[in-house]
């Protein structure tokens, strides 16, 4: 059974950082794209940040460039997310991903109604 479990999440106040973590398990590729999704409450679903696990290219979404960076662990079935100069507009709840096959994560990032899994979410809180 194939599993994204996310990991990570809290609370901050504004201008701290918050590490997630989102571990897959139950399937054996090693090549494909992961990445995060965010949910605020009355807001769509925006993805924030995708990386191939291959090739680890690495896309943002324009509002969290220079502030989060995407990562992967050496068996390529972990990826992080390091969220630095967080403020409240960033609080949501929090989404990992999975889509293979996959060429780029903006496949990923764009058309996320045809990724293959989704972790449970990890609620992110930032006050001011």
């Known amino acids: 059974r194939v599993q994204l479990a996310e990991s990570g999440g809290g609370s901050v106040q504004t201008g701290g950082s918050l590490r997630l973590s989102c571990a897959a398990s139950?399937?054996?590729?090693?090549?494909?794209?992961m990445g995060w999704f965010r949910q605020a409450p009355g807001k769509e679903r925006e993805g924030v940040a995708g990386?191939?696990?291959?090739?680890?290219?690495?896309r943002y979404a324009d509002s969290v460039k220079g502030r989060f960076t995407i990562s992967q662990d050496n068996s390529k079935t972990t990826v992080y997310l390091q969220m630095n100069s967080l403020t409240p507009e960033d609080t949501a709840v929090y989404y990992c991903?999975?889509?293979?096959?996959?060429?780029?994560?903006?496949?990923?990032?764009?058309?996320?109604?045809?990724?293959?899994?989704w972790g449970q979410g990890t609620q992110v809180t930032v006050s001011s």
């Open positions: 990386i191939h696990t291959g090739t680890t290219v690495a």
């Open positions: 991903a999975a889509r293979l096959p996959c060429l780029d994560p903006n496949q990923l990032l764009s058309a996320p109604e045809e990724n293959s899994f």
């Open positions: 139950g399937y054996s590729y090693r090549t494909n794209c």
